[in-house]
């Protein structure tokens, strides 16, 4: 199970890669916009040097056409790293890139996924990674559950190595089912973990604990000074 944050924020990345077993960053141009017009090199070996190199950084191509396509994903490649991994979204040119980057044993994740077709054919060129959009198929009247698991079924009936990374989430819910319906990954915003610590009751647990150690032992003693 692999927890990736959908962001290009330098402090939330910060933050958040000390608190939870990160796997890596995903982008895309319009996270970009985001945050401004920034020196996007740059800012993408900020991320990189945060996360470090044995985290997943994906990074997408903006070009439409296939011969722009292979020259962003070298560009990518060139001026951040060897090691990132080319987003892709699975239009009919952006499967020939996804075959093409393949063929060259470049790291691929095959994007804008909202059908099973599409997504067999990303299993079928060999994407490491394909991100099927939960919630935009909610959005659409399409079944993301049933969609994650069968998905699944492909990878395993077919003993591929391609992983299922979940994206385009609203709530925490949505995740778990992700996640529950055979997704190996996910990756969300900051303010979708930030959900999944906001339930009050968890809050009063830790309250009711500390009253609890304190009506024994005192304020401000802790077990470290027993």
Not at 82 to 99: A, N, R, T, W, Y
């Amino acid at each position: 199970m692999e927890f990736l944050l959908d962001t290009v924020n330098l402090e939330e990345i910060r933050k958040y890669t000390e608190i939870i077993p990160l796997a890596g960053v995903t982008s895309n141009p319009s996270i970009v916009k985001n945050e401004g017009k920034i020196d996007f090199f740059e800012h993408m070996k900020q991320i990189r040097l945060i996360i470090g190199q044995e985290k997943t950084l994906h990074v997408q191509v903006v070009a439409t056409n296939y011969e722009g396509m292979l020259k962003d994903a070298e560009a990518i490649l060139e001026k951040i790293d060897s090691e990132v991994f080319i987003k892709v979204p699975v239009s009919q040119v952006g499967l020939k890139v996804i075959k093409e980057l393949k063929q060259k044993d470049i790291n691929v994740t095959a994007t804008a996924i909202y059908t099973k077709f599409q997504a067999y054919l990303a299993i079928a060129a060999g994407a490491d990674y394909i991100a099927p959009y939960f919630n935009r198929m909610e959005n659409l009247n399409i079944e993301p559950r049933e969609v994650l698991q069968e998905l699944n079924n492909e990878i395993k009936q077919t003993k591929s190595d391609t992983k299922i990374l979940a994206a385009s989430f609203k709530n925490v819910g949505q995740v778990n089912a992700a996640l529950e319906a055979g997704a190996q990954a996910a990756t969300m915003g900051a303010n979708i973990i930030q959900q999944a610590f906001a339930m009050p009751s968890i809050e009063k647990a830790v309250l009711d604990f500390t009253t609890d150690w304190e009506s024994i032992f005192g304020k401000e003693t802790m077990i470290y000074n027993l």
